[in-house]
Nanobody, 123 residues
């Protein structure tokens, strides 16, 4: 089992940057594929990006490709999301999630979730 806590959200201007972090507890962080998802008001939760167990592979939604970078540090049990060139449409609550299986972009297939952190991009 793993517990996840996100941090780093906030208010940023259009075109700005933010770095989100997700701290994990538990002994088996490297056993999980890790993902970032987001949910805007009135919308379904959507995939942002994911990273394989040892960081060798990363996956991104088309809407963030080239602007966001996901990374993990298994020794520190942390997951990060560097967000550059932010747009107002990136405004959402961002969640990190852990999946015991291989990469997938379906949030219902992730086993553990953090509480979320709000990102607001002003126009």
């Amino acid at each position: 089992q793993v517990q996840l806590v996100e941090s780093g959200g906030g208010l940023v201007q259009n075109g700005g940057s933010l770095r989100l972090s997700c701290a994990a507890s538990g002994r088996t962080f490297s056993s999980y594929t890790m993902g970032w998802f987001r949910q805007a008001p009135g919308k379904e939760r959507e995939f942002v990006g994911a990273v394989s167990r040892y960081g060798g592979s990363t996956y991104y939604a088309d809407s963030v490709k080239g602007r966001f970078t996901i990374s993990r540090d298994n020794a520190k049990k942390t997951l990060s999301l560097q967000m550059n060139s932010l747009k107002p449409e990136d405004t959402a609550v961002y969640y990190c999630a852990a999946r015991g299986g291989s990469y997938h972009d379906n949030p219902s297939l992730y086993d553990y979730w953090g509480q979320g952190t709000q990102v607001t991009v002003s126009s």
